[in-house]
């Protein structure tokens, strides 16, 4: 039943988004670009795959840390559930001060930041890096003595919440704006303008921040992004780039301990220009734009697939066989890269399409065990195979207007 719940939040933030979207329109506002809204679903869409496989792994941390090192034995009431909530949202905000502060933590955070926009599709930019990293700070709860069952539950609500501050339509809130991390407070933390860096970094209660000195508000129009943006709606370049960069730094130093300084330093410290040595490597720009409407409904029938894939493969994930869903997570993510790959306009996403029509072979085997199934699925591949080239040259006409793409 947990998982169903986890499934049934993914067509509920779909919609709320599409609400978003329609009011925004509707207030004649251009809040939304559409390679950005497609990469960050993108990256929610995976965190939320890999929570398939994690959410078990992190109760069975948590839980394990209670039983054999917890000092204190609390019991579920009132106050405990009130104390659980605040030292989670206090652990909360040294996690999310740290990942700005240490370059191997902003180098797992960062993904959240890339952004130029800022509406609830915002919100989906969490990775499985960012989600592994915070757990460890989490981990603190069990050993003050809280179960694994009131942490799950808090740290759902807790997972919940920020969703509603990623939004550019809401305003001041009144009060509420001395208690509660509002979308004022948070567009303030999304900000690359000067006087908003590093400020902001609660997550429920604003509290912190006045208590820490990090605190600031909304004064002006805040200007979303990094303050060096990548400029890339690449899947994987978007996940890897700053850590790259950081690799790249310690590898110019053969000391331990320079090694060490340059993890642990503030992002401000990395040499600005390793990111442009790495760029010609690992990523190459497209000149070219293509904004026609066959273009965006392709991209937009496989997110939508994807996430229907999504809530299927969560809903019955307790009867799905191994098989089914190790090659749909396959699938999904292969679909992921492939979409950030299109709006980056690589010619290698027919290869990508190709190893999608590959991998579906075994969930269709297992899940319709049929001669004529298999049979056909056969016939499919050794047609493509057969017409690789011409099937590949007429994929770029179709899909970019051109044969000849590169």
């Given at each position: 039943?947990?998982?169903?719940?986890?499934?049934?939040?993914?067509?509920?933030?779909v919609l709320l988004m599409v609400i978003e979207f329609w009011i925004t329109k509707?207030?004649?506002?251009?809040?939304?670009?559409?390679?950005?809204?497609?990469?960050?679903?993108?990256?929610?869409?995976?965190?939320?795959?890999?929570?398939?496989?994690?959410?078990?792994?992190?109760?069975?941390?948590?839980?394990?840390?209670?039983?054999?090192?917890?000092?204190f034995n609390i019991q579920s009431g009132v106050i405990s559930w009130v104390a659980?909530?605040?030292?989670?949202?206090?652990?909360?905000?040294?996690?999310?001060?740290?990942?700005?502060?240490?370059?191997?933590?902003?180098?797992?955070?960062?993904?959240?930041?890339?952004?130029?926009?800022?509406?609830?599709?915002?919100?989906?930019?969490?990775?499985?890096?960012?989600?592994?990293?915070?757990?460890?700070?989490?981990?603190?709860?069990?050993?003050?003595?809280?179960?694994?069952?009131?942490?799950?539950?808090?740290?759902?609500?807790?997972?919940?919440?920020?969703?509603?501050?990623?939004?550019?339509?809401?305003?001041?809130?009144?009060?509420?704006?001395?208690?509660?991390?509002?979308?004022?407070?948070?567009?303030?933390?999304?900000?690359?303008?000067?006087?908003?860096?590093?400020?902001?970094?609660?997550?429920?209660?604003?509290?912190?921040?006045?208590?820490?000195?990090?605190?600031?508000?909304?004064?002006?129009?805040?200007?979303?992004?990094?303050?060096?943006?990548?400029?890339?709606?690449?899947?994987?370049?978007?996940?890897?780039?700053?850590?790259?960069?950081?690799?790249?730094?310690?590898?110019?130093?053969?000391?331990?301990?320079?090694?060490?300084?340059?993890?642990?330093?503030?992002?401000?410290?990395?040499?600005?220009?390793?990111?442009?040595?790495?760029?010609?490597?690992?990523l190459v720009q497209s000149a070219n734009e293509v904004s026609s409407t066959r273009?965006?409904?392709?991209?937009?029938?496989?997110?939508?697939?994807?996430?229907?894939?999504?809530?299927?493969?969560?809903?019955?994930?307790?009867?799905?066989?191994?098989?089914?869903?190790?090659?749909?997570?396959?699938?999904?993510?292969?679909?992921?890269?492939?979409?950030?790959?299109?709006?980056?306009?690589?010619?290698?996403?027919?290869?990508?399409?190709?190893?999608?029509?590959?991998?579906?072979?075994?969930?269709?085997?297992?899940?319709?065990?049929?001669?004529?199934?298999?049979?056909?699925?056969?016939?499919?591949?050794?047609?493509?195979?057969?017409?690789?080239?011409?099937?590949?040259?007429?994929?770029?006409?179709?899909?970019?207007?051109?044969?000849?793409?590169?």
């Open positions: 039943m947990h998982t169903k719940y986890l499934a049934y939040a993914i067509p509920l933030f509707k207030q004649g506002r251009k809040l939304h670009n559409f390679q950005d809204t497609i990469a960050n679903l993108n990256v929610g869409i995976a965190e939320r795959l890999t929570d398939c496989f994690t959410v078990g792994i992190f109760y069975f941390v948590y839980d394990f840390l209670n039983q054999h090192l917890g000092i659980l909530f605040l030292v989670t949202d206090l652990l909360w905000y040294w996690y999310h001060r740290l990942g700005h502060e240490v370059n191997i933590l902003w180098g797992l955070h960062i993904v959240h930041h890339q952004s130029e926009e800022f509406n609830f599709t915002v919100s989906a930019r969490i990775t499985i890096f960012q989600a592994i990293a915070r757990t460890f700070f989490w981990s603190l709860l069990p050993i003050i003595g809280f179960s694994a069952d009131m942490i799950t539950v808090v740290l759902l609500v807790h997972g919940i919440y920020p969703f509603f501050t990623h939004t550019r339509t809401v305003g001041k809130l009144g009060f509420l704006e001395y208690i509660l991390v509002t979308p004022s407070h948070h567009r303030v933390h999304h900000a690359c303008n000067e006087q908003y860096l590093d400020k902001n970094y609660s997550d429920m209660f604003i509290i912190w921040d006045k208590i820490f000195g990090t605190f600031a508000e909304e004064v002006e129009e805040p200007v979303y992004g990094l303050t060096k943006p990548i400029k890339s709606y690449s899947f994987l370049w978007q996940h890897f780039h700053y850590l790259l960069e950081l690799l790249y730094a310690c590898k110019q130093t053969p000391s331990l301990k320079e090694k060490l300084r340059i993890l642990l330093s503030k992002p401000e410290t990395l040499d600005p220009n390793i990111r442009e040595l790495l760029e010609p490597k690992f273009f965006r409904n392709y991209i937009v029938i496989q997110i939508s697939v994807v996430l229907i894939s999504l809530f299927y493969l969560i809903y019955n994930q307790e009867q799905l066989p191994t098989l089914v869903q190790v090659f749909t997570s396959l699938i999904i993510l292969v679909t992921l890269v492939n979409c950030g790959a299109i709006l980056e306009q690589r010619r290698w996403v027919f290869y990508l399409e190709y190893s999608r029509l590959l991998l579906f072979i075994p969930i269709s085997i297992s899940l319709f065990p049929n001669m004529i199934n298999q049979t056909s699925l056969i016939i499919l591949v050794t047609f493509i195979s057969l017409f690789f080239k011409t099937i590949k040259e007429q994929y770029f006409k179709i899909l970019y207007g051109i044969s000849n793409h590169s």
